[in-house]
């Protein structure tokens, strides 16, 4: 974890001097109203320019200008940090031109000279950093190659021939020992800078759920070199080079996607508002939970979030107190028309009203907005051998609601809803998430799903 570490402080070193560049450019750029300067409320101009600060450091975080490859590489490296600065522009420009004009200090004229002014500055120094970062060798990449042994070979050597990535042939069994033995060695669970590539012939595909299984629990990436059926099953977006090699990424930690740090601010805000909005509406539901029934106003249990960690979970009663809600087999489900759900709980379920206090797990860090729906213990165990890759759902923070809440119902196979939990940890990005919050606003309004 040491390097891993070591790696984020880089990284951050890269984006305080590109704010700190595109910052110097902004002010530059103030030189070309010298005519008016005087006219100008110098508290505005700053409160402005910060705003443009702040737009450009959230464009090039969404745009994945600080991925430890776009660092090292010379042309990645400029065309992202410019083509931060052009959307960052363009959003400029658009404010400048729907504010009022008393209202702001900047104007549609320091916009567009901000494209070139950033552009020369930010492409100059990302050009220059480049070859800084490609000295740092924990940015270089090193992958084990698994499969048919021919053709693993093959693209260890091409792999090998890049300036900063290395490649290796390896057996499972023999990967298996490495990893074992440097485990006990380092004291470590996980490597978080080295990658897996698998290649399999046809006929060996049988193999490849045992490989996908080991290499997405003790390596930072895992690649599918396809055939050509293969890329017919995977989506293009998460088609990638190395060294000319066409890989698929099929599993991914995503230790330090710069979404996740967006995702976790916006669960922040969005928590803390949307508790504030709906204290009316929370006020009301205790209120007619506890006069309809006798008992408490929240129930509260535990189940496992992020990395397996336990945390409390706080809905609203919907259920009678005192009702049997684990058997011989475990937690027992709510059925349709199930007589242990009071008449107030079954308004309150239909419409998604009783997860609400989970806004405060989410204000606290428990869970996110977007994710798995978060389960118990005995859930995980009782489904580990039917589902083996049950406890990738605990890879990222489980949600206040899911891909299966939008496509699927309350009813969906356990198998089922591990599809649609690792169709969304492997596909997580913003988009991905505006759509399944859109999805969530049509159940809640309609009632679907519920029981």
């Not at 213990?377 to 406890?391: D, F, V």
């Amino acid at each position: 974890m040491k390097r891993l570490r070591e790696e984020r402080r880089i990284l951050f070193m890269f984006f305080l001097t590109d704010l700190v560049v595109y910052w110097v450019a902004l002010n530059l750029v103030t030189a070309a109203r010298l005519e008016t300067l005087a006219q100008v409320d110098f508290g505005l101009i700053r409160r402005d320019r910060l705003v443009c600060l702040a737009l450009f450091a959230v464009t090039s975080v969404m745009m994945g200008a600080y991925r430890p490859s776009r660092i090292t590489d010379r042309f990645d490296a400029v065309y992202y940090s410019l083509g931060a600065v052009f959307f960052t522009s363009l959003a400029g420009l658009v404010l400048a031109s729907v504010i009022p004009a008393e209202l702001r200090a900047i104007s549609r004229r320091e916009m567009i000279l901000s494209v070139f002014a950033g552009g020369i500055f930010l492409g100059a120094w990302r050009y220059f950093a480049a070859s800084l970062g490609g000295r740092f060798r924990l940015f270089h990449r090193y992958f084990y190659v698994l499969g048919s042994r021919e053709n693993a070979e093959r693209i260890a050597r091409e792999i090998s021939r890049h300036p900063r990535a290395g490649g290796r042939y390896i057996s499972l069994n023999v990967l298996k020992e490495k990893v074992e033995r440097r485990k006990k060695e380092l004291g470590i669970e996980y490597f978080a800078h080295e990658n897996a590539v698998i290649t399999l012939a046809r006929a060996d595909h049988n193999q490849l759920q045992e490989m996908l299984d080991f290499c997405r629990q003790n390596f930072r990436r895992t690649f599918l070199h396809p055939n050509l059926s293969d890329v017919l099953l995977f989506q293009h977006k998460n088609l990638t080079a190395v060294a000319g090699v066409p890989l698929i990424e099929v599993a991914s930690e995503q230790m330090l996607s710069p979404y996740l740090y967006v995702k976790r601010l916006m669960d922040i805000v969005a928590s803390a508002l949307g508790l504030l909005a709906l204290a009316p509406v929370c006020i009301v539901t205790a209120i007619a939970i506890k006069l309809s029934s006798p008992g408490r106003v929240l129930y509260v249990q535990e189940r496992l979030g992020k990395g397996g960690r336990p945390f409390k979970i706080y809905k609203f009663r919907s259920m009678m107190e005192g009702v049997d809600l684990k058997d011989e087999n475990g937690h027992v489900l709510a059925k349709k028309g199930d007589s242990r759900i009071t008449p107030v709980g079954r308004l309150i379920r239909k419409h998604r009203i009783d997860e609400i206090p989970q806004l405060f797990n989410v204000l606290r860090g428990d869970m996110s907005l977007i994710g798995p729906r978060p389960a118990w213990t005995e859930y995980y165990e009782s489904n580990a051998r039917e589902l083996p890759l049950i406890e990738q759902r605990l890879a990222v923070r489980p949600g206040l609601t899911c891909l299966s809440h939008v496509l699927g119902s309350y009813f969906s196979q356990p198998e089922d809803r591990l599809c649609y939990d690792l169709v969304y940890i492997s596909t997580l990005s913003l988009m991905s998430d505006l759509r399944i919050i859109i999805g969530t606003i049509r159940i809640v309004l309609s009632g679907k799903g519920s029981v």
